[in-house]
Each structure stands twice: as C-alpha cells, then as structure tokens.
C-alpha cells in the first residue's frame, strides 16, 4: 500500500511538473513568437519610414555624377510649358543588370517624377500593341522601329535610338572590333529632345546640299537640342530661300555653288539673312570661284594658304604645327565662356580689299603671333612674316532689308562629323559653333548638357609580360598556396595530437 | 562576449576551415583580377561585383560551423550554462565569422594596390562596390550563423545557407515568375469582375514586394557609386533580425536543456 501511494504520488508529481513544464514551455514558445513577430515589424517600419523618408537622398559619388540629373534637366522639366509623353517601344525591362537600359530607364523615372504630372514614360511593345504606332503618328507617314523611344509632344515627336545616346570607344572598336561604351549622352539628348519639343521659340536652320557637303548629324541633333529646326537647302532646285530660314550653314562644300546659288545667297545677306560658311582644304584643290565670290562681297577672303602654327604652347602635338588651339576674340570669349578651340589644317581667313563693299569685319578665332600661313602645296620658307592669322572672321552689312552677317571658318574641327566623332560633343569646339550660329539668330539658349564619359581605367604604367606573370603566380598560385600549407599543417597537428 | 568572440576567431585557425576559405577566396578573386591584367585597364568594381556573386560558397564555408559543431560534440552545453549571456555568445560568433570575412578581403586590398602601382583608376564606384559587397557578406554571414544554429550537422547547414543565398540571387526572377503566377490566378478566378489593370497592378505589388526584399537590389547603388542611406538600415534590419532567430532558437534550446 505504502508503495502504491508513493507509486501515485510520483505519478501526480510527475504530471505536475510535466503540466508546469508545458505551460512554461507554451507561454515561453508564445513569447517566442510574438517578440519574432514584433522585431519584424519595427524593422519592417523603420525600413519603410527610412526609404519615404530618404527616398531621393542620396549622394553620387561620381566624379561627372554619372547617377545624377543636371540643374540644366531640372529647370526644363519644372517648367514645362507643355504635356510631354516619353513612350519606349518596347518592354519595359525588369532586369537592368547590365543592360544597356539602365542608363535609360532609371533616369527617365526620374524625369517623370521631377516633372511633377506634366510628363508620363511608359513602354508598349508595338508587336504587342499595334495601335500604339498609329497614336504616335496619326498620319502613318513616319516608319517607327522596335526598341527605340518617341518623344511627343503635341503633334510633335522625336525619334531616339538608345543607340545613339552610346559614346563608344572608337579605337577598341577600329583595333579590336570591339564595341566598349565609355560614356553616354542620354541626359543630353532627352532632355534636348523635350527642350526642342516645348519650345516656343524654334528657330530654322538651313543646311545646304549638294555640293558634297560635309556630314552634319551631329550639329544638327545638337541645334536641335538648342530649339532649331534644321532643314535640307538645295538651292539649285528649291529655286529659292524658304521664308523661314533664320541662319544657313555651310558645310564644307566639296564643289563650287552655281553663279545662280551663289546670287540667292547674295540676296538673302542682302535681305538680312545670317550665314554661317565651313571651308577647309578638303574641297581643295577645286576652284570654289562662285562661293568664295560671295564672302569676298562681305570682304573676308577665303585663301589656299595653310595656317602654321609655331608657338610651341598653342600646339597641340609637339611635332606637328598645323594642330592648334585657337584663341577666341575677346569680343567672342566673354560671350560664350570659351578662351580656345581646337583648330586644325586650317585655310588662312583674311579681310579683304574689296573696295565697293563697307561691311564691317571683326575677328573671331586666330592664331598667335608666331604663327605663319603659307601656300598648302609649297613648304614653309623663312621669308614668311610671322603674325596673327585668322581661322574665322565675322562680317556685317547693312543690306536692302535688314543686316546681313556671315561668318566664316577656315576649319572644319569644330562643324563637321568626322571630327566631332573623335574630339567628342563636349568638346569646347562644338559648343563655340553652336554658340556662333545663336549669335547670328539671336537665341539664348541655356548651358548645353555635356555627354557624361566613365572614368579610364587604364594602366598609366603598364606592366611588361614578365611582370604580369609574376603577379599572376603570386595571386593565384603563392598566396593561396600559403593558406592551403597553413591549413594543411595544422589540420595533421591536430590529427596528432 | 569577448572571450567567445577570440575564441571563435582562432578556432577558425587552429582548423583548416579558416584557411581553405581564405585560399578559395584568393584563388577564384586572384584569378578574376589576373585575368585582366593583359587588357592594359581593369575596373576594379567588375571584380568586387563578381566576388559579390559567389558568396553563396564563401559564406556556407565560413557560418557551417558556428553553431552545429558545438551541437554535435556537446559543447553547446557550455554555452547554455556560460556566464555570458546568450546573445552575447550569437553576436560573438557572427562578428568571427565577420572578421573571417573581412580578413579574407585583404585579397582584394592587395589587388587595389597592385592596380595602383600600374597606374590603375581608384574611384568612388571602387570603393562603393567593396562596401556593397562587405555588406552583402554581412547579410549573408548572418543568415549563415542561423542556418548553422538549425541543426547539428555542419553539411546541412552549409546547404541551407548555400541555398538561401543563391536563392537571394535570383530574386528577381523568381518575382517576375510571381507576378505571372498572380496576374494568372487573378485572372483565372476573377469572379468579381476585376479590370485586367487592376489585376496587373496586384502582380506588380507581389513583384515589387519581393524585389523589395532582394539585397542584391538594395546595394546596386553602391556598385555605381551612389551612395544611399537605405541599404544600410536594409542590410542592418536583416542582420539583427537573423541574429535575433538564432538568439530565439539557442534559447529555446536552453529551456529543453533545463526542462
């Protein structure tokens, strides 16, 4: 009996304990969960807090602030006068990683969410939405490609490859037919885009054609991006100068213009009209006696001599004297902000002696005064007086109806597409011919958004092959090496033990 | 706290653990940046980015042990039964992990030396990838020191942690499947007459929600050398919120150790 109650006393105290045990055991398991639960949520909280909070904080630390948008975008996106769509055609990519389009997308976000409603992005594939093309352009008369995007506003639409927002490597690319993107001109080609399409004041822009002018694509996307509307001039069929032209370039013509063009143009200056006129030893040696006619009536004289430059501190190559930097008059650098241009195998620019004309010449870009012009066919000679030679001069009249002004360049560096592709857009060349072509039309434009370039991560000191191979060995064979004998030797240390 | 914490850190030295993940990192880190070398530049940023990517097997090598070889030999008892407390013994072994961790990047400093001495470029994009990836490791070690306290079998829990951490690698993908799964479901049941907008609109929340959750995404703007404030308090939040479920679970343990 004894022993059965003791049985039964063990068997209750048992269950006593078993009983507090589970209910420590649930009330501890609960307190468990709940303090999981609630550390979740406060993180949870303080995350969602921090990133409405700090949503647009942030600091690029980027030396040409690759991640961030210029003041210039901000002010044009601010003030948008009218409503502007951004419409990708195509998917919107979910996987940016090493895509081209997170150059593009991220940054575009941005420019909607600073627009603040006047400005939408969205992205349909037109295989998917057929429609979206005909809502584009109504009309049907613009073909638009997969995987761009169409700037619209209005009735009003810009055509942009993502492509061509890419600055390439162009010497990987000739050598190694490699294509490496060092740069990027997303932000000033958007932004110039939607610039062109509000704009109140656009201003037209003649380029003339057929005479093997030179490529102008890139001077016209950039006057573009300056509020112009650059048209095509042929002036032989066209019979005429449209009424609209506000300012004709020249780009370096590689055949003479007719007597009959050559007149047109006369007129035109004549009637207060602004011409901007390239030319360079590349229409050389064709006689341009019609064209050259013209800026001898506004007394400047274009000539066959080469400007050499001597001063060995305007020279851009040491062994080289026809690649110069150009010094911009005084009149001309506190204008635009812009001290030098790079100017190369340029022709001489010289006032003329043309007696019946009193228009009024002024410099605009010359050499130092160690520079010499000599004939492009002969060598340099030591009779050459050494002087202050022009690249390019201004000239004005007062005409019929108004006051004519050309401008003439015996450099072609600072127009003409095969040089802007190896100087590059933010070269201070390009923006002085554009910021030239405002001052004949008279336009303020704002700062001109520069292309933005990665950092060169070239060696400065490169290391020779041997070289290289030691430094191979040591990191991938010495070095872990080492860690593999430590482990090696205290693992048979331990073992021994 | 700091007696555990010395005595992990040299744990890792007195077994080949320490060293083989410290060889492994140099080799794989060592040979990506030789293999630019010939190219005349090399960013390093490429380099951190790709390391960043195999975590996935440095971490599991560097957390397996933490928690499961005490376990395993018993010695988890000492722990339950130690003057420190508890958390302070978690904290311990997650910040020897992260010296492990840390330790093992002096590679990559001496990489960004070398780079140096051929004129190579140092920026802001370098030096913000390396904290990205620093971080990521210290996400990940954390994770790692939880699946370690999981179970006593080392193998287990570098699989699970190896698994986890891949799995974070792909988030991104898996959302877009998410959200096509969502928007399929919402469609197929759509009994309440629900627009197609609105149904695309709730498979995008899914898939914003679990890319909010992707570290990878988070400390992106490292990599391209912005610097934001979220993806330290991301990364802080997933560390302490790891190292409190391991806290939890050796607590847990404790209670069965007294019952």
């Given at each position: 009996m004894n022993l059965l109650r003791k049985i039964s006393e063990f068997l209750t105290l048992r269950k006593k304990k078993r009983f507090i045990k589970d209910q420590r055991s649930r009330s501890m398991h609960k307190y468990s969960i709940l303090s999981i639960v609630v550390l979740f949520v406060i993180l949870i909280i303080m995350n969602v807090l921090v990133d409405l909070l700090a949503?647009?904080?942030?600091?690029?630390?980027?030396a040409q602030k690759m991640n961030s948008v210029s003041e210039e975008t901000r002010k044009v996106l601010t003030d948008l006068p009218a409503e502007v769509q951004i419409i990708g055609?195509?998917?919107?990519?979910?996987?940016?990683?090493?895509?081209?389009?997170q150059l593009f997308v991220p940054l575009l976000d941005k420019y909607e969410e600073l627009s603040k409603g006047k400005m939408s992005v969205s992205y349909y594939d037109p295989d998917a939405y057929p429609s979206i093309v005909f809502g584009l352009d109504?009309?049907?008369?613009t073909s638009f490609s997969k995987d761009t995007y169409v700037v619209k506003s209005g009735d009003r639409f810009v055509i942009i490859d993502p492509m061509d927002c890419l600055i390439f490597d162009s010497y990987e690319y000739s050598v190694n037919n490699r294509t490496v993107i060092?740069?990027?001109?997303v932000e000033t080609v958007f932004t110039g885009s939607i610039s062109y399409l509000v704009s109140g004041d656009l201003r037209r822009a003649y380029f003339t054609n057929g005479?093997?002018?030179?490529?102008?694509s890139t001077i016209r996307d950039l006057l573009r991006y300056d509020g112009y509307e650059c048209k095509d001039l042929y002036l032989e069929q066209q019979g005429g100068i449209p009424d609209d032209c506000e300012v004709i370039i020249i780009n370096l013509p590689k055949s003479d213009f007719t007597e009959n063009e050559a007149g047109l143009l006369s007129d035109f200056l004549s009637d207060g009209g602004k011409i901007i006129m390239v030319s360079d030893f590349?229409?050389?040696?064709?006689?341009m006696t019609n064209l050259f006619a013209l800026a001898e009536k506004m007394r400047i004289s274009i000539t066959s001599d080469i400007i050499r430059e001597n001063s060995p501190e305007f020279m851009?190559?040491?062994?080289?004297?026809?690649?110069s930097k150009g010094i911009v008059s005084d009149a001309y650098s506190s204008l635009f902000g812009i001290e030098f241009v790079t100017v190369g195998e340029s022709r001489s620019i010289q006032l003329g002696d043309y007696s019946e004309s009193d228009a009024t010449v002024r410099p605009i870009l010359a050499s130092s005064s160690n520079a010499v012009a000599h004939y492009v066919e002969s060598n340099p000679t030591e009779n050459l007086v050494e002087g202050t030679k022009y690249f390019a001069l201004h000239s004005a009249i007062d005409g019929r109806t108004g006051r004519g002004e050309m401008i003439v360049l015996g450099t072609g560096f600072i127009s003409a597409d095969e040089y802007i592709s190896s100087?590059?857009?933010?070269d201070d060349g390009i923006r002085f011919f554009r910021y030239l072509i405002h001052s004949l039309t008279g336009k303020t434009v704002q700062t001109p958004i520069p292309a933005k370039f990665l950092p060169s991560y070239d060696f400065t000191n490169m290391p020779s092959v041997s070289e290289q191979t030691i430094w191979t060995v040591m990191l991938i064979a010495i070095i872990p090496f080492v860690f593999i004998s430590a482990g090696i030797i205290v693992y048979y240390r331990r073992k021994h033990k | 706290m700091i007696a555990y914490y010395k005595r992990e850190l040299l744990s890792y030295f007195r077994s080949p653990t320490g060293w083989v993940a410290m060889a492994l990192y140099a080799i794989i880190s060592g040979f990506f940046f030789s293999s630019w070398i010939?190219?005349?530049?090399?960013?390093l940023s490429g380099e951190f980015v790709f390391v960043s990517g195999i975590l996935f097997i440095v971490v599991p090598i560097i957390?397996?042990?933490?928690?499961s070889e005490e376990k395993k030999t018993g010695t988890d008892v000492l722990m339950y039964t130690a003057s420190s407390s508890l958390s302070g013994i978690v904290v311990a072994k997650y910040l020897a992990a992260l010296t492990l961790f840390l330790l093992m990047n002096i590679t990559l400093l001496i990489h960004m030396l070398i780079l140096l001495i051929f004129g190579g470029e140092i920026n802001a994009v370098t030096v913000g990838s390396l904290f990205g990836l620093l971080l990521l490791g210290a996400v990940f070690i954390a994770i790692g020191t939880f699946a370690s306290a999981t179970t006593e079998n080392q193998i287990i829990a570098a699989l699970l942690s190896f698994t986890v951490i891949l799995l974070s690698r792909f988030v991104f993908i898996f959302s877009e499947q998410f959200r096509s799964i969502t928007v399929g479901i919402l469609s197929a049941l759509n009994v309440f007459g629900i627009s197609s907008e609105r149904i695309a609109s709730a498979g995008n929340g899914v898939r914003d929600a679990m890319n909010w959750l992707d570290p990878y995404a988070k400390v992106d703007d490292y990599f391209i050398g912005v610097f934001r404030i979220q993806p330290i308090i991301f990364c802080v939040s997933v560390i302490v919120f790891f190292l409190f479920l391991t806290y939890r679970l050796m607590e847990k343990r404790r209670w069965s150790q007294n019952g």
């Open positions: 949503e647009n904080r942030f600091v690029d630390l980027t055609l195509f998917e919107r990519p979910d996987n940016l990683e090493s895509s081209i389009y109504p009309t049907g008369s060092v740069g990027n001109s005479h093997s002018e030179s490529g102008s590349s229409s050389y040696p064709t006689e851009l190559v040491a062994d080289n004297n026809y690649y100087l590059g857009t933010n | 010939p190219s005349g530049g090399f960013d957390t397996m042990r933490l928690f």
